[in-house]
């Protein structure tokens, strides 16, 4: 997601395409590693909307996606496998 320039839509497509009870297992850098001086001049990434923890973090519960386990150093990425709730009607969990 850190090369998608709306990292949230694709938040929200990996929502839409799971099936209930499926997982997703998620590794992600954070802008303090690919927007240092010398990454910037080796490797091409969008420098605006981009997100920290915090920020990913809330739009993977906004798409009511449950982080089963995460691994995560702030200020450089995160380890997660996130599962798509078994049963849902958009805005009520139904289990």
């Given amino acids: 997601m ?16 799971l099936r209930p009870g499926a997982t997703y ?6 802008p303090e590693i690919y927007q240092n001086m010398v990454t910037r001049r080796l490797l091409v990434h969008p420098e605006t909307n981009r997100f920290d923890s915090l920020d990913l973090i809330n739009a993977i519960k906004y798409e009511r996606l449950d982080i089963a386990h995460k691994l995560e150093i702030k200020k450089v990425g995160i380890l997660a496998i996130i599962k798509k709730q078994r049963s849902e009607v958009r805005g009520q969990k139904t289990e």
Avoid: G, T
């Avoid at 297992?25 to 954070?30: A, D, F, N, R």
């Fill in 25 to 30: 297992y998620m590794e992600e850098l954070y």
């Fill in 2 to 17: 850190h090369h998608v320039l709306e990292w949230q839509k694709s938040i929200q497509e990996i929502a839409r395409v």
